[in-house]
């Protein structure tokens, strides 16, 4: 009967080959079951491929080893602060996602080839906060060398070409001053030079480089350890259907292939990790703010397929605990030399320097502009000022950087050609060239230039926090995140909201088992990635946000098919919390 229904039996099926369906499917492996992934693509990685790949994961081992110390508890009281306490939504899936990530991260670092490193300082991003850290929580994965998978590289989604330099080569955020500044030392010049012959001998054999790092390491090294204990990628294989048992679990699902639906029994269960729902304008309409972003970081596959699915049988929904359904980064509009359009996320390399202010359309300031990222965009809702505009002086430009435009360009003028920027020799012609009035612009600009004088930002606080004064100038006296906007030619760049991810998804349990609309458990069907619901109750406490929880629970997911719910170290955690 089994024969004749289905055309392939796994013990678990994962539909998506992004970190958090990676790493069900490794565990698993490791734990002895029978997996298949179905990847609607043609690579792996997803999103986060395209991302800086940090995991906010407090009192992870790497960092504890490292001297920083932190625990369960203490981030517990940060996120209860964040949203509201003990009884805000989804506190017992925090609960267990700060029990559990120690041990996950352990498992991963003993038995596989997913290796990270400890970020040391990279503060909480709302560090007044109980509970807060400056140090310990974030982890990264450590650089890859790409030609490990031979040429299976080549089934690694890129970065996003704005990420790279030279066409396809790489670069960290520690490699950026010594590239810039390759000239002003023996070491850098040398470290310049080996990364610069390294990729031009992997361009031989390969598209880009492979010297890999941020989400593209963490993706390569699990695409790596899940071939190294030959569990299957089935690409262009996207999940249409899921089929119920007798009881009314879920026992398998069908899969579009090239070669027509493929049935494919999971006697353990289903995951779903398709990557939320970026890409289905439906879903956008329904569970984002208005007026609805129209740009996004996500990844094109990302169109909701396992949301759909989940919602089609009866799956919990519950986007009123998601805040804006997405966590967000403000993004410019790039022009590549192709003739195509690209976006490039101002994460952190320059709203929090000293310089630079950001105004809404009546030429206004309405934020901090070292907030995090999130927080940026969510006050670009707040105080309906989308677009915005970042403004600086090409002075600023030549020493910091904006955007793709590097550190240490001087012309400007091809930028402003492309319409990438604005240039225009006062301030009064560039509010007038970016449709702002002349006069409120100059005198939002000379209110900020006394808050730099006197070092205090006495509207919005810029270069109070922690995370502003991190991604500030230390150098710059006496506020690392305040400096005048005095000398031209003065500059505009234009930002817009977009997604580097979605928070609303399935509701699911501490151990990622999809619950229906009683909270009841749908058996055989499991959530992780961003087709999970976010446990962060529409907050986004720091780096890592998305990453931490897909990879977390994903670990617990795949424990619990295979027979091992009572994970000893993380329930102990749980009880301590």
Sequence with gaps: MTQAKYDREVD????????????????AGLEGLDVLIAEKSEQVGGTASTSAGTLWI??????????WQDSAAEAERYMDALTGGPQAANRTLRTAYLATG?????????????????????????????GAAVTGRAIVARMFDGRRLGPDFERVRPPIAEFMVFGGMMVGKDDIPRLINRFRSVGNFLHAGRLFARYLADRLRYSRGTRVVMGNALVARLYYSLKQIDVPVLFGAGIRELIRGPRGGIEGAVLDTA?????????????????????????????MPKPVARRSLAAGSDTGDGIMLGKGIGARIAPEEHGTGAFWTPVSVTRRKDGGTGLFPHLSLDRAKPGLIAVNREGRRFVDEGASYHDFVEAMYAMQSIPAHLICTAGFVRKYGIGPV??????????????????????????????????????????????????????????????????????NTPNPCLAPIESGPFVAVEVFPAEIACSTGLSTDIDARVLDAAGEVIPGLYACGNDMASIMAGTYPGPG????????????????AAGLTAVQKSEQRLRAV
């Design 406 to 475: 590097y550190p240490g360009t001087g012309n400007l003028k091809p930028f402003a050609d492309s319409g990438y920027l604005t240039l225009a020799p006062t301030i009064e012609e560039l509010a007038r060239r970016i449709g702002v009035d002349p006069a409120t612009l100059a005198a939002t600009v000379r209110r900020h230039n006394n808050f730099a004088r006197q070092g205090r930002d006495d509207d919005f606080g810029k270069g109070e926090s922690e995370l502003s004064r991190f991604n500030g100038d230390a150098a």
């Design 259 to 287: 070669s027509g639906p493929l049935r494919v029994r999971a006697r353990r269960g289903v995951v779903l990790a398709t990557g939320g729902y970026a890409h289905n304008q439906a879903l956008r309409d329904v569970f």
């Design 545 to 560: 946000t998305t990453l931490g929880p897909a990879m977390v629970f994903a670990y617990r997911a795949a424990r619990h």
């Design 102 to 130: 120690p041990e996950a991260i352990d498992y991963l670092m003993q038995r596989t080839e997913v290796q990270f490193a400890p970020c040391g300082r990279h503060p909480d991003y709302r560090s007044n906060r109980p």
């Design 58 to 67: 407090p009192g992870n081992r790497p960092s504890l080893d490292a001297g």
């Design 12 to 27: 678990l099926l994962v539909a998506g080959a992004g970190p958090g369906g990676m790493t069900a499917a490794l565990v």
